[in-house]
Nanobody, 124 residues
Framework: QVQLVESGGGLVQAGDSLRLSCAAS????????VAWFRQAPGKEREFVVY????????YYADSVRGRFTISRDNAKNTVYLQMNSLNPEDTAVYYC?????????????????RGQGTQVTVSS
């Protein structure tokens, strides 16, 4: 089992930056591909970004490409999401998730381990 805990959310203004962290315990997170998802009020959960175990590939949703950057620090058993140029449409609860699958997937239900989420609110 892998336990995931997100942190770093908060209330910021449009144009600001935030860095989210996803800390793992129980297993070595570097053994799993990891993704971030988000869910805005009244909307379905959506894929944000994915990173492979080896960090050699990343996949971004069009809505965040160029503004968000995913990275992983295997020594700290943590994955990060650097979010720049935030806008009100980025307001959501952000979740990290790890999968046992070795192929890229943007489907929430393909992820076996999921965190509880951290709230990001961007004011205009």
């Amino acid at each position: 089992q892998v336990q995931l805990v997100e942190s770093g959310g908060g209330l910021v203004q449009a144009g600001d930056s935030l860095r989210l962290s996803c800390a793992a315990s129980g297993r070595t997170l570097s053994n799993y591909p990891v993704a971030w998802f988000r869910q805005a009020p009244g909307k379905e959960r959506e894929f944000v970004v994915y990173i492979t175990k080896s960090r050699d590939s990343t996949y971004y949703a069009d809505s965040v490409r160029g503004r968000f950057t995913i990275s992983r620090d295997n020594a700290k058993n943590t994955v990060y999401l650097q979010m720049n140029s935030l806008n009100p449409e980025d307001t959501a609860v952000y979740y990290c998730a790890a999968t046992l699958n070795t192929y890229y997937t943007s489907n929430w239900y393909d992820y076996h381990y999921r965190g509880q989420g951290t709230q990001v609110t961007v004011s205009s």
